[in-house]
T-cell receptor
Framework: GAVVSQHPSWVICKSGTSVKIECRSL??????MFWYRQFPKQSLMLMAT?????????EQGVEKDKFLINHASLTLSTLTVTSAHPEDSSFYIC????????????????FGSGTRLTVV | RKEVEQDPGPFNVPEGATVAFNCTYS??????FFWYRQDCRKEPKLLMS???SGNEDGRFTAQLNRASQYISLLIRDSKLSDSATYLC?????????????FGKGTKLSVKP
C-alpha cells in the first residue's frame, strides 16, 4: 500500500529557531500533499495544501511566511516552521494523495506518522 | 455550526459491549465520508469508508443518512484493542478532490 514517511517524529527546539519537517511518499507519486496541525484534544486542522511545482494554498489564519511549504518533487514535501515560538508546539501531520492512476478505492489519503514539535 | 461534529465522549465501556458513535456534518453537498481511528500520539488511520447503503466490516458497522447529514459507527463485542479516538471525517468535494475535514474525535476506552 501507499506509504508516507515523515520525519522527524519529534523535535525539541529553542524559541526563535526554525524547524524543517519532511514528508516523503515512498511507493507512489503524490501530486498533492496536505499539512495538518493538531493541538491536544483538538481535531486535525488543515494548514495548507501543496501541489507539486506550484505555490501552496494556505488556510485562513495560517501565516504563509511563518510556515514555509515546498513541494518541489512528486515524492517530497517539506514544512518549515520559521522563528518557532512555544505556541507553535503541536503535532504536525502530512497527508499525501497519489496520482489518479495510483489511487485506491478509498481515494488514497495516506498519512505520515506525524511530528511532535515542542518549542521551549 | 462546526463542519463536523461528534459526540464529545469519552466512552468508557467493558469488554464485549456494543458502542455507537454519532457524527453530523454541515455541508449537505459532501460526497465522501470516513471513520478514522487515532491512537494516542499517532497519526490517524482509516478504519472504514461510509457508504449510503451502509457497510459492515467485521465488528464495525457504518451508516450514513444524507437527509439528516448524520453518520454513525457501531462497534460490537468491543475489545481492549479498540481503545482509541475515533474520528468522523468528511470530504466535502468528494472523490479524490479536496481535503478532509476532521471531527474532534470521540475517545473510547474499553476496560477488562
Amino acid at each position: 500500500g501507499a506509504v508516507v514517511s515523515q520525519h522527524p517524529s519529534w523535535v525539541i527546539c529553542k524559541s526563535g529557531t526554525s524547524v524543517k519537517i519532511e514528508c516523503r511518499s515512498l511507493d507512489f507519486q503524490a501530486t498533492t500533499m496536505f499539512w495538518y496541525r493538531q493541538f491536544p484534544k483538538q481535531s486535525l486542522m488543515l494548514m495548507a495544501t501543496s501541489n507539486e511545482g506550484s505555490k501552496a494554498t494556505y488556510e485562513q489564519g495560517v501565516e504563509k511566511d511563518k510556515f514555509l511549504i515546498n513541494h518541489a518533487s512528486l515524492t517530497l514535501s517539506t514544512l518549515t516552521v520559521t522563528s518557532a515560538h512555544p505556541e507553535d508546539s503541536s503535532f504536525y501531520i502530512c497527508s499525501a494523495r497519489p496520482r489518479i492512476r495510483d489511487r485506491n478505492t478509498n481515494y488514497g489519503y495516506t498519512f505520515g506518522s506525524g511530528t511532535r514539535l515542542t518549542v521551549v | 455550526r462546526k463542519e463536523v461534529e461528534q459526540d464529545p465522549g469519552p466512552f468508557n465501556v467493558p469488554e464485549g459491549a456494543t458502542v455507537a458513535f454519532n457524527c453530523t456534518y454541515s455541508n449537505s453537498a459532501s460526497q465522501s465520508f470516513f471513520w478514522y481511528r487515532q491512537d494516542c500520539r499517532k497519526e490517524p488511520k482509516l478504519l472504514m469508508s461510509v457508504y449510503s447503503s451502509g457497510n459492515e466490516d467485521g465488528r464495525f458497522t457504518a451508516q450514513l443518512n444524507r437527509a439528516s447529514q448524520y453518520i454513525s459507527l457501531l462497534i460490537r463485542d468491543s475489545k481492549l484493542s479498540d481503545s482509541a479516538t475515533y474520528l468522523c471525517v468528511v470530504n466535502p468535494r468528494g472523490g479524490s478532490q479536496g481535503n478532509l475535514i476532521f471531527g474532534k474525535g470521540t475517545k473510547l476506552s474499553v476496560k477488562p
